[in-house]
Structures are given as structure tokens and as C-alpha cells.
């Protein structure tokens, strides 16, 4: 249980869901955890992946404010000496049809997902160029990999997370710099609770979503944690620039109704 021993791992939007979960993965694997957040660490949830490890540190900051997260990266340089692995989980949901959507909703959606992932890059890639040594793990979605009814601008964010992922793979690899994304599926967290898994969300619509994924069920942060896991250790040693489904089979095809006709339906 030690896979990142000696290593220092920056997580954005460590204050909940995915973030805090590969956090505490991260932690309880060796790591010494820096989390960043707009939010405050809620119900001091925080205070588990500082018992797992004690120098973890957390940082209120906003992933779209470049000052602020080369200000988070220059502390944890100076406490930790070195940033061995980014993840960026900071984001936020937000979609409609493109005639409903405001310029300013677009932008912030942007701002949030694409903008504040190619920050936290940029804010740690000077030291990693400078060791030849770095990791990098994004997070995107299967709504950057397919699209998605009234996903647009979210949809377009995470498909450019994606491939914002792939080239930075092709920019850093020869300097010893890895970059991945997880896309995750629909996973129980509190940005889910807040739209999908939201009491006013139609049932019936959330049913089908659930089908979707084709192990009958929604994701959970640690399943996400333990692929971003994967990607941040020498297990992935000769994988990069590979945008990893962790959906239950949610992108592996269409579901029509077969299984079911089938008797498979579970
Ligand atoms: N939950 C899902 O179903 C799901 C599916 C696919 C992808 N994702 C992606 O996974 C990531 C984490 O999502 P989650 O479900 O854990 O959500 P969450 O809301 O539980 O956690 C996201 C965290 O990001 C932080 N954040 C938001 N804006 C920020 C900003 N400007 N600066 C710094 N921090 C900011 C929030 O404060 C929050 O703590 C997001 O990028 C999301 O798009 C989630």
C-alpha cells in the first residue's frame, strides 16, 4: 500500500468528491497530498487524509486565477521540494441547448474546466521540465469523449481536456513527462447529488442514465481514485497520452434493450 511513497502529489478540487477521494487514496498510498480548492475542505473530511499523511497540506485557491496556483505550486516547492504528480479535479457542471445558453455561462464553464486544467499545467510544468520528471492525470469525462442531450457546453470543455491531455503527452513524453486523463462515467458525488442524482431530476431519466453503464449502477469517487492511481504510478510507466474511460461500460455501446429481450437485464 505504498505505491507513491516519497512523492508529492498536487490535487485540484480536493475539497470533495473525485479530488478528495484520490486524495485520500494518494495519502494512504505514501503520498504527500497538497489539496487546492475554492472551497474550504467541508465537515473536516480533510483531517483523514492528514492522519494517513501528516505533511499533507490544503490551499484555498481558484484553478482560473494563474497567480494563485504558481503561488500554491511556489509554497509546495519550498515545503514538500517538488511536485512529482498533478491531478485536476477542480471542475464545475453546466450544460443546455447552445440557444439557451448565455455568452457569460459558456465562458465560465470554460474558465472552470479547460482554462483552470491548462493552469494548473502550466503552473507545475517549469518544475517538471527542470527534473525531467513529472506525471500528470487530468480529469474529463465521458462527456468529452461522445456527446451528450443538452451537453454542449460542458461537453465542449471536457473534449478539451481530452485533448489538451493528448498533446501535452506528445510535448512533455521525451522529457520524461507523462499526461493521461480519466474519463469518468457518472459517479456519486456531490456535483451528481446536485444535478443527475438531484430529487427534482425525473427519475425515469436517471434510470436510463444508470442503464447506461452497463454494470447497472453509477461510479464512486474511490473507483475514479484508483484509476488515477493507476496512471500516477510506475504501474503506467509506458502509458501516456491515453484518455481512460472509468464508466461501467457506459461508452462501450449503445444499450437498446437486447440484454433485456435476452433475459440478461440483471
Ligand atoms: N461526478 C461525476 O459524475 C463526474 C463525471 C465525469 C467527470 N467529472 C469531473 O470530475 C471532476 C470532479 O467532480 P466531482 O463530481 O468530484 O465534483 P465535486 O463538486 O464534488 O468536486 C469538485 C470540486 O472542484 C472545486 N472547484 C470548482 N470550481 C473551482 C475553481 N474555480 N477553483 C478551484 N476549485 C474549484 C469545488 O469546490 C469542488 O470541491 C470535475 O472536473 C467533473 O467535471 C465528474
Given at each position: 500500500m505504498s505505491r507513491l511513497e516519497g512523492q508529492v502529489a498536487l490535487i485540484t478540487g480536493a475539497a470533495s468528491g473525485i479530488g478528495f477521494a484520490t486524495a485520500l487514496r494518494f495519502a494512504r498510498e505514501g503520498a504527500t497530498v497538497v489539496g487546492l480548492d475554492l472551497a474550504e475542505s467541508a465537515g473536516g473530511e480533510w483531517k483523514q487524509v492528514e492522519d494517513a499523511a501528516p505533511a499533507a497540506r490544503f490551499h484555498v485557491a481558484d484553478v482560473r486565477d494563474a497567480d494563485a496556483q504558481n503561488a500554491v505550486v511556489a509554497s509546495t516547492l519550498e515545503e514538500c521540494g517538488a511536485v512529482d504528480i498533478l491531478v485536476t479535479a477542480a471542475g464545475i457542471a453546466n450544460g443546455g441547448p447552445v440557444h439557451l445558453i448565455t455568452p457569460e455561462d459558456w465562458q465560465h464553464v470554460q474558465d472552470v474546466n479547460l482554462k483552470g486544467t491548462f493552469?494548473?499545467?502550466?503552473?507545475?510544468?517549469?518544475?517538471?521540465?527542470?527534473?525531467?520528471?513529472?506525471?500528470?492525470?487530468?480529469?474529463?469525462?465521458?462527456?468529452?469523449?461522445?456527446?451528450?442531450?443538452?451537453?454542449?457546453?460542458?461537453?465542449?470543455?471536457?473534449?478539451?481536456?481530452?485533448?489538451?491531455?493528448?498533446?501535452?503527452?506528445?510535448?512533455?513524453?521525451?522529457?520524461?513527462?507523462?499526461?493521461?486523463?480519466?474519463?469518468?462515467?457518472?459517479?456519486?458525488t456531490p456535483l451528481f447529488r446536485s444535478v443527475v442524482g438531484n430529487d427534482a431530476f425525473p427519475a425515469e431519466v436517471r434510470e436510463r442514465i444508470k442503464t447506461q453503464h452497463k454494470l447497472g449502477r453509477f461510479g464512486k469517487p474511490e473507483e475514479i481514485a484508483g484509476a488515477a492511481l493507476f496512471l500516477a504510478s510506475d504501474d503506467a510507466s509506458f502509458v501516456t497520452g491515453v484518455a481512460l474511460p472509468v464508466d461501467g461500460g457506459f461508452t462501450a455501446g449503445h444499450g437498446v434493450g437486447v440484454v433485456e429481450m435476452m433475459g440478461l437485464g440483471g
Open positions: 493552469l494548473s499545467a502550466k503552473a507545475v510544468l517549469p518544475t517538471m521540465l527542470e527534473r525531467k520528471r513529472g506525471n500528470i492525470v487530468t480529469i474529463a469525462s465521458v462527456e468529452g469523449i461522445e456527446g451528450a442531450e443538452g451537453g454542449s457546453t460542458y461537453n465542449a470543455s471536457k473534449g478539451g481536456v481530452i485533448l489538451l491531455t493528448k498533446n501535452m503527452a506528445m510535448d512533455y513524453g521525451r522529457m520524461g513527462i507523462r499526461v493521461n486523463c480519466v474519463c469518468p462515467g457518472f459517479i456519486d
